[in-house]
């Protein structure tokens, strides 16, 4: 007998939804010189949240809280929701794996977009559902058509980002509102506002907006700074938030982490400052692209998404070539999303860097374009 | 309708295998003044350990290493087995649920002991699987009887702690190698050695033990005194630490952690200087608790299990009166073993106020058992 896997394990693949810079700097044999690809905040986190952290670093022979009872007291009067209404987990990416737990069994139909975050899929998928993928529409994820597929799939789940990962692009809160008051009664809508804090004020529904299949993700990972640390939350109903104590790692998040949250929401003038640094960042992002020929897309997020002109295999090519010169960045997967790269907002001196590689690389590309 | 849960979600309690102190706390209102319930090491982590951390606050806007490289190659180093057989996880806890979703579906049958770790029993449960629970022999871990078990149900998995917790019990290797020799052939054993490094020499089998199914899981939250901070590992086969990559949370290890977790491992000194101040700290637990004539048990561990010589009420009793006298400590959930409670070894100031406060909850609850 061979290892006595799940049915459902022994067929799922060993595979990793993004590989890490890291392992590209180990084959390459060296640092990145920008780290331009993972939308993280290379603004930092809070001076508040650093102290916080290192002086928790003492305090770390403890286990934080299971119940993360300051810190969902904090998150709901910061909202100003009920902090039964506040679950805390270990990223997004956590909580994903949380409700896809909750919701999603041997062939349960979930609805995404094609080329939408790729770790909500791999979650779908490593519980055994049946992703339906619908197209995004003008780089857009198309809200209208994500409910109406799942009304027809009759789906457990439904995920939409708003602002959008890898596009960069929003729809309004009226337009997310109508999403949800037409959700089908049968589906959950786990709406992922990663990106939140970067958007145009008009793009979040007020926080206070309850329904009873509505899951709302946020993070501290991308304007807090804080990705390494692993914390994130989703604000839902009392119902879905205990649900999630069913299913959870309880004593999974970082006591650091914990601290080093609390004392972001703190910080609102270190937010307003990276809101302020990020916009500059993607201007300059947007000029250098328009500087080479590439078209930059909207963006309500902390990255820049670049339209190349051509096809995958160029963005592809040209991801490549960046990252030979030590500018790692990003692309979507899925055409004709993959026409484009992803760039994040980073200080002055990573912006340099990929201004200075950014057309030796597209030479490389077209060269080789040429000669092929 | 109602939520769309999974019909396993819809019959799972909203449980938490354990209350966390800061529950306790928030009850009464006020800090416990000796924390001796969790098997945390208020002995703290390495001073290299803190530094790194907290210099890795800094940096917390990167995402940690998703594979965690530095860290798996240094331990890989350490017990002198390949980097591709160690798998690094969200403390033991995290690794128990990516072995459980592996290998435990609805119905699938799963040895563990009467009263051993609940987090272990929590996520069988919370994958369907059907617990079979054997007696403790002894007040040990009886390592025959479960692999019977494990035979006669065709478990696809049985759990072993060695060290055992909540006893402190332990067997020696040659016992575990013998129970991994006679493995049932449908059989993955998960042998939870998270307080591996306070065991007596020959107590754990050679880190370069490999047998095609068994998974060792160790961590940083006991000897290292980084509980807070959800770091651990597997060792375990390459076949079985790829299989992890199918399910795992794949950017879940908090970046601090793996900076302490690599500092920590380089400092042979504190694991000595923290395993000399547990055996002193076991040793007064013990006088004050023969001076009470409670009957401590010998342990490999930094706790020592007190026999209070009488039933699981008198022990809730205690449990009870010390809480509400500021110390904190925990008891074995099960009978015959609920007839004992279970004290963390810590330093003297905290044993000042055990010591104190033991007398009188035990006056208390004689008293109250009198007059009942």
């Given at each position: 007998?061979?290892?006595?896997?799940?049915?459902?394990a022994a067929r799922l693949p060993s595979s990793v939804p993004f590989v890490g810079p890291e392992a590209q700097e180990r084959a390459a044999g060296r640092p990145f010189r920008a780290r331009l690809g993972a939308n993280e905040s290379a603004f930092g986190p809070s001076h508040h949240a650093i102290d916080a952290m290192a002086r928790a670093a003492g305090e770390v022979?403890?286990?934080?809280?299971?119940?993360?009872?300051?810190?969902?007291?904090?998150?709901?009067?910061?909202?100003?929701?009920?902090?039964?209404?506040?679950?805390?987990?270990?990223?997004?990416?956590?909580?994903?794996?949380?409700?896809?737990?909750?919701?999603?069994?041997?062939?349960?139909?979930?609805?995404?977009?094609?080329?939408?975050?790729?770790?909500?899929?791999?979650?779908?998928?490593?519980?055994?559902?049946?992703?339906?993928?619908?197209?995004?529409?003008?780089?857009?994820?198309?809200?209208?058509?994500?409910?109406?597929?799942?009304?027809?799939?009759?789906?457990?789940?439904?995920?939409?980002?708003?602002?959008?990962?890898?596009?960069?692009?929003?729809?309004?809160?009226?337009?997310?509102?109508?999403?949800?008051?037409?959700?089908?009664?049968?589906?959950?809508?786990?709406?992922?506002?990663?990106?939140?804090?970067?958007?145009?004020?008009?793009?979040?529904?007020?926080?206070?907006?309850?329904?009873?299949?509505?899951?709302?993700?946020?993070?501290?990972?991308?304007?807090?700074?804080?990705?390494?640390?692993?914390?994130?939350?989703?604000?839902?109903?009392?119902?879905?938030?205990?649900?999630?104590?069913?299913?959870?790692?309880?004593?999974?998040?970082?006591?650091?982490?914990?601290?080093?949250?609390?004392?972001?929401?703190?910080?609102?003038?270190?937010?307003?400052?990276?809101?302020?640094?990020?916009?500059?960042?993607?201007?300059?992002?947007?000029?250098?692209?328009?500087?080479?020929?590439?078209?930059?897309?909207?963006?309500?997020?902390?990255?820049?998404?670049?339209?190349?002109?051509?096809?995958?295999?160029?963005?592809?090519?040209?991801?490549?070539?960046?990252?030979?010169?030590?500018?790692?960045?990003?692309?979507?997967?899925?055409?004709?999303?993959?026409?484009?790269?992803?760039?994040?907002?980073?200080?002055?001196?990573?912006?340099?860097?990929?201004?200075?590689?950014?057309?030796?690389?597209?030479?490389?590309?077209?060269?080789?374009?040429?000669?092929?």
């Open positions: 007998m061979g290892l006595p896997l799940t049915p459902l022979w403890r286990y934080g809280d299971p119940e993360a009872f300051a810190l969902r007291a904090a998150i709901a009067a910061h909202h100003g929701v009920a902090v039964e209404r506040v679950a805390v987990g270990e990223g997004i990416d956590g909580l994903l794996q949380v409700v896809a737990r909750l919701f999603v069994g041997e062939g349960t139909p979930v609805v995404s977009s094609a080329g939408a975050y790729p770790t909500f899929n791999y979650h779908v998928a490593g519980f055994g559902g049946r992703l339906v993928l619908v197209p995004y529409r003008d780089d857009r994820e198309d809200l209208a058509a994500l409910v109406e597929a799942a009304g027809r799939e009759r789906a457990a789940l439904v995920y939409v980002a708003n602002p959008d990962n890898p596009m960069g692009t929003w729809h309004d809160a009226a337009a997310v509102e109508a999403a949800v008051a037409a959700l089908p009664e049968a589906t959950v809508l786990c709406l992922d506002e990663a990106y939140g804090e970067f958007a145009p004020e008009g793009t979040l529904p007020a926080a206070t907006l309850e329904h009873p299949r509505l899951v709302r993700l946020r993070t501290f990972s991308k304007a807090y700074g804080m990705a390494g640390a692993r914390i994130g939350y989703a604000i839902t109903t009392r119902e879905v938030a205990r649900a999630f104590n069913k299913v959870r790692n309880h004593f999974g998040v970082n006591r650091i982490a914990q601290e080093g949250a609390l004392a972001s929401l703190g910080d609102a003038g270190h937010l307003a400052r990276v809101r302020a640094e990020v916009e500059a960042a993607k201007a300059r992002i947007a000029a250098v692209a328009l500087g080479h020929g590439l078209a930059p897309l909207a963006s309500a997020t902390n990255f820049v998404t670049l339209d190349v002109g051509a096809d995958g295999a160029t963005a592809r090519a040209l991801v490549a070539a960046l990252a030979a010169r030590g500018v790692f960045v990003r692309m979507p997967f899925v055409p004709p999303q993959d026409r484009c790269i992803r760039v994040t907002a980073a200080p002055a001196e990573m912006l340099d860097v990929f201004e200075a590689e950014l057309g030796p690389s597209l030479d490389h590309v077209r060269a080789a374009r040429a000669a092929a």
